[in-house]
């Protein structure tokens, strides 16, 4: 960073990850800690990215960070945008990626936005500094700012971590740090550590006491597979009213009204006839989506992961869920199959669908749901789909990861006439 830039700049945009988009006399270049419509004088820049030295003039959408971390600690980008202006720029990165796709109409999005203290899934990094622990999330760029104060997390979460800090404080196998999991399940915060030291029968009496004292019923070493260090009670979380056993580290839904959401926006995308002939869940994980599915009609769940696997099928007995490990970048279900149901939901990684889209073009099953966590892998898979004539019946956005770049969306795809030949 060399260049100083005397004359005030105007920020005319938030790039994706939740930079301020500068437009200065050399061209456009990204500032963090900028929202649009501000007015702002730049450190320096190098041609591509700078550092605000002071804004001149606030934008309209500008607000005071609500918490007093923003800005060292990474786990929230845009904190000093109004959130119903972040909704609407989320919103609109959703509403892009399905223009680049080059559907004819895109129906008006249902924008949905969680409220703050919801996260029941964190994952921490911990440090010894002196005779301390530092626990939180890490600087942008750097080492782990202690968490002393939060806007996201859930509140019993928030309170669990001073005794987590002196917990870990005592504990004879953590030298200099490590990681923390955390899913905050019905039964109770499911903690999942990785430490530098290994934990002998001293560190795992500390963790049981800990667990029992805290209502913490499991703890876990990191590993493959993970071991349990304490279990002080039974796990258990609830789909739909039915009982799971989530896997330490267990992929969850980050907050449960963005949970909420999404499984709303999906039944809602279900065709209203024909559900006899089954649905298809593709990335189906614990059951988050399938036992609600299940409540209308038969549905086989596929996932790739073994433990989230042997959790959905310990939990699917007397439901009409049917579930199957399958990796579905080595094998994905085939077009044949995909044909016969009555709809295909899928919930894939960032990554997206990868090589099972190929084969839902070619299924032409008659509705596709499609759950997207990433607008890029969002476009990429749903561009073959609307080439093979599928139609974009409804659109939702869920801002769940409040005051990130991260969006969740809901796509419902339909295929005109194909529910006819279906049926037939
Ligand atoms: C975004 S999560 C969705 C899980 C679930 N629908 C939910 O809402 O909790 C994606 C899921 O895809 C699974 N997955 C990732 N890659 C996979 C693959 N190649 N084959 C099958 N499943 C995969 C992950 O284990 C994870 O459970």
Redesign the pocket.
Known sequence: MENAVAQAVRVIALGNDGDGVAQTPQGRIFVPGTVPGDEILLAAHDGTHGTLARVVTPGADRVPAPCHLFGACGGCRIQDMALPALLDWKTGRVVEALRHVGFDAIPTPQAHQVGPHGRCRVDLAFRRVGKEIVLGLHRRRGDVVDMSECMLLDPTLFALLPPLRAMLRSLPAVHAGGDIQINLLDSGPDLLITMDGTPDANDRRILAQFGKAHGVPRISLQGRPPETLALTGPVFHHFDDVRVAPPPG????PVRAG?AF?KAAVVAGLPRKGLKAGII??????????FALAGLAKVHA????RA?LACLKQASGGTRVLPAL?????QPVMATDLAKAAAVVL?????GA?A?IAQIVAGRPACVIY?S?NPAALQRDLTPLRHAGYRLDSVTVIDQFLWSAEVESVCVLTLPGAGRRNRR
């Open positions: 267990a992929f969850l839904q949970e999404i869940e593709l990335y189906a994980g614990c059951g988050t989506l399938s596929y996932e790739g992961d989230a399958r990796d579905l970048n080595r919930d894939p990684p960032h990554a990868g099972q759950v966590c």
